[in-house]
């Protein structure tokens, strides 16, 4: 190798130091007073080396002595702990190092939040201030760790807003409205939802109920005296009154073209948003809210079909959904934004726009059982639309629980209930004019049984009676309904458990009675139908019977159970 290359070679194993150098800001104090120190072997002054003149060590000498020397070239290095370390020029022989421990950090952190959130100035300008008025000097990069340890935010973060929904849930469930303030600038949630497109949903899955920055202040706002009106829930019943009276026909008779239109209605996408958001509603109710969330994302993205001139009876589906697993944030937003849905679009007639914003201003001033005290009005006024009757009360769609367990395939005669009058000695033999050509009147009979045993809370006794002769009606018939069957053995478990009131659960022939019709029930819904929350809630009431009776072992194998069927729903839901 000749004398030329051997020099270049050299300078180019120096210059990749030197790169080093430059590109680790993170060096420590010891590793640079170690590189200039080993500049005090060379000349102390000399010119730019050229490559003829000297060898490699001597240009690196010159070079890291030049670098010093150079103003604001390293001026300072930040160290893990939050020290700030700034060289002294080489010339002094020593180098001093400034550290800002976090005791001093503390001491100035008021100074900078007034600079820096109430009189909100621009981080440079905050820096400029503290070094000039208090000799407080830090590089930018730690001020920004700082400002983040200490939640100083301008704005506000998806995360704070997710907490504040989560603190105003809270405070409105003993009764205290909430007001939020940022640097004493009030925070307008609904505004940063709408800026941002997202829901009160999109915010469950990252709300941790942490705690909120200390520039955020919660606060009770003071009431304020109301402007006499009449009130809501009035207002509100006559313009559903208005509306309904338009939209509820009496239903033809049963004949194929009137079904094929509650098919058509059936396979909707206004009732599938009705589907997924009464799964929604059910996982929120057992505390799984990411996968509630999801599925009430899917909903209001098809919500709007509810809307269609054809999709009112979607509409009261929906009210069902809600009234089942009833929650204060669904009810809110689902009301709110069907609303604006309405107010943004042409085709919705005025009288159901009127409906929707008495529904949304009603859920915003009233408490959750306020809420459904209307939801039950206005399914029982619709449901007696037509002075129909059952066992001499006006009859109710809201005693049909559960109501969605018959698939919509199967259920015809539920949109001709409200058109008779029922009578509890008729459910064996009851039916509709043509019905069996169509559906199997085991169904009607079903949900006469279930009417029956909610509207009398399960205490009549005639509900056994009718309930075990259903029963065995239906297992000699040829072709046995799972669901009347499951229907009547759920019925005598229920009657069954309320005369065992004020008896000792351990030693109660009724209570075990009422055991063993559940288990009978729980095991056909096992192997009938496909995972879902109605055998969900069967097992969950299973449980707890169980454990009244002190069978703990029982009832952690039902709950075992229960669980793992939960899993088998959203694994069956998601695909």
């Known amino acids: 190798m000749g004398l030329h290359e051997a020099r270049v070679g050299n300078t180019d194993a120096m210059g990749r130091d030197l790169v080093h150098l430059i590109r680790k800001p993170q060096l420590s104090p010891e590793s640079v007073d170690s590189l200039l120190s080993s500049s005090e072997s060379s000349q102390e002054t000399s010119p730019a080396p050229s490559g003829t003149a000297h060898d490699s060590s001597a240009l690196v000498s010159w070079t890291a002595e030049h670098l010093v020397q150079t103003p604001g070239f390293i001026e300072e290095i930040d160290s893990p702990d939050g020290s700030v370390h700034t060289p002294t020029s080489s010339k002094q022989g020593s180098h001093r190092k400034r550290t800002h421990s976090p005791d001093v ?50 704005n506000n973060r998806q ?61 009770t706002p003071p009431s304020v005296p109301k402007i006499l009106d009449p009130p809501d829930d009035l207002r509100l019943k006559e313009r559903f009154f208005q509306w309904t009276s338009q939209k ?36 929120f109710s057992t505390g799984r809210n990411q996968e509630g969330g999801g599925f009430c ?10 809307l269609d001139t054809s999709a009112f009876l979607s509409f009261f589906e929906m009210m069902m959904a809600i009234r089942r697993y009833p929650n204060a944030e669904i009810i809110k937003e689902l009301w709110s934004y069907l609303s604006r849905y309405a107010a943004a679009i042409d085709g919705v007639n005025q009288p159901l726009h009127r409906v929707l914003m008495s529904f949304a201003n009603f859920s915003q001033q009233h408490a959750l059982t306020h809420n459904i005290d209307i939801l039950d009005w ?83 006794d005639r509900l056994s009676k009718v309930a075990l002769k259903v029963l065995e009606q239906n297992r000699s018939s040829p072709k046995p309904s799972d669901y009347l069957e499951f229907v009547c053995l759920y019925a005598t478990a229920r009657h069954s458990k309320t005369r065992s009131a004020g008896d000792d659960p351990t030693t109660s022939i009724d209570h075990k009675l009422a055991r063993e019709y559940l288990q009978l029930a729980a095991d056909l819904q096992g192997r009938a ?41 959203l694994t069956a839901l998601c695909k």
């Open 297 to 306: 994302r899917g909903a209001f993205a098809l919500l709007h079909h509810i």
């Open 159 to 219: 995360a704070d807003v997710a907490n504040l929904l989560y603190l105003q849930r809270h405070r409105l469930a003993i009764g205290k409205e909430s007001t939020f303030r940022r640097n004493g600038k009030p925070i307008d949630v609904e505004a940063y939802m709408r800026r941002r497109g997202i829901s009160a949903f999109d915010l469950v899955e990252v709300a941790d109920s942490g705690d909120l920055p200390p520039t955020v202040r919660c606060r």
């Open 248 to 283: 509820f026909v009496k239903p033809r008779p049963i004949e194929t073209g009137y079904l094929k239109r509650l098919d058509s209605h059936h396979q909707s996408k206004a009732l599938h948003s009705v589907q997924l958001l009464t799964h929604g509603c059910w996982l």
């Open 529 to 569: 139908w496909p995972p879902g929350k109605n055998y969900y809630e069967t097992l969950t009431l299973l449980e707890n019977w169980y454990r009244e009776a002190g069978d703990h072992e029982s009832a952690d194998d039902t709950r075992k159970k229960r669980d793992q069927d939960c899993v088998n729903v």
């Open 105 to 154: 950090w503390e001491a100035h952190k008021a100074a900078i939040a007034r600079l820096y959130l109430d009189e909100n100035k621009r981080l440079k300008d905050v820096m400029e201030i503290m070094e000039s008025q208090w000799g407080f000097r830090a590089s930018q990069k730690m001020y920004k760790t700082k400002l983040t340890q200490w939640k100083f935010f301008k």
């Open 378 to 460: 206005a399914l029982q006024w619709a449901s007696a639309r037509f002075n129909s009757s059952f066992d001499g009360k006006s009859f109710d769609y809201t005693m049909l629980k559960p109501w969605d367990l018959v698939p919509v395939g199967e259920s015809y005669h539920r949109y001709y209930l409200c058109l008779n009058h029922w009578e509890v000695d008729s459910i064996p033999t009851a039916t509709i004019p043509s019905l069996d050509e169509f559906e199997d009147p085991s169904n009607l009979r079903a949900d006469l049984l279930l009417i029956f045993g909610n509207q009398s809370s399960w205490r009549d």
